[in-house]
Each structure stands twice: as C-alpha cells, then as structure tokens.
C-alpha cells in the first residue's frame, strides 16, 4: 500500500490543521493506521491511531483532548484533526499502515506498521 500525507503548514497556537492519509494500491480496510511525528533531533514518536474499523483508537497523552483521529474506508483516507496546537507540536507528521493479518493489536508501537508515507510539516508558531 502507499500512502500520501497533506495538509500541514503553518499555524498559530492554538490554531486548526487537518491532516490526511490517502491510501492507494490495496484497500485501507485491510489496515490499521496510525500517524507518528518527529521533531528535529527526537525521536519519532505515536501521535494517534485508528484501527481498521475504526472502532478503537488511541492517542498519546500530550495530544488527547486535541486531536482526533478519524477514517473512511469507503475513500481509502485517514484523517488527523489537531485543534489548539501548541509549538511543541511542531514537527514532520507521518501516517502509516499495519496489516490486520499481522496479529499486531498495539496502535502506538511502530512496530505494528508496515508502510509509511513521506510526511508533512507542521509548524505552530508561538
């Protein structure tokens, strides 16, 4: 599957983007999916996941509260909804695939992904 990230930019604290994942080349039904970051110089860390139902989902503890995660299968994408982002939210968002045949359950371990799109800027000035 490939998958294609849109949407950052730049923004104000406290400031809205959405972010979207389109999924090409196998159906995103078939997928848990998760969107990561990396800010320069750290790590790249879980931001927030979805799986393939879209019936559970998780988030780290420094976005809950402010950002959604959300998917359409039917259009093979898979959003992030970031309301009042602050600048340590500044970072290159990344939005990634795990098989469901995997037997992988953990939404926040990179490990359960397979694939990984290029990333988009997000930067929140303060």
């Known amino acids: 599957v490939q998958l294609q990230a849109s949407g950052g930019g730049l923004v104000q604290t406290g400031g809205s983007l959405r972010l979207s994942c389109a999924a090409s080349?196998?159906?995103?039904?078939?997928?848990?999916m998760g969107w990561f970051r990396q800010a320069p110089g750290k790590e790249r860390e879980f931001v927030g996941g979805?799986?393939?139902?879209?019936?559970?989902?998780a988030y780290a503890d420094s976005v809950k509260g402010r950002f959604t995660v959300s998917r359409d299968n039917a259009k093979n994408t898979v959003d992030l909804h970031m309301n009042n982002l602050k600048p340590e939210d500044t970072a290159v968002y990344y939005c990634?695939?795990?098989?469901?045949?995997?037997?992988?359950?953990?939404?926040?371990?990179?490990?359960?992904?397979?694939?990984w799109g290029q990333g988009t800027q997000v930067t929140v000035s303060s």
């Open positions: 990634a695939a795990g098989y469901i045949g995997g037997a992988r359950y953990s939404l926040s371990a990179k490990s359960t992904y397979d694939y």
């Open positions: 080349g196998r159906a995103a039904s078939n997928y848990n």
């Open positions: 979805i799986s393939w139902s879209g019936g559970r989902t």
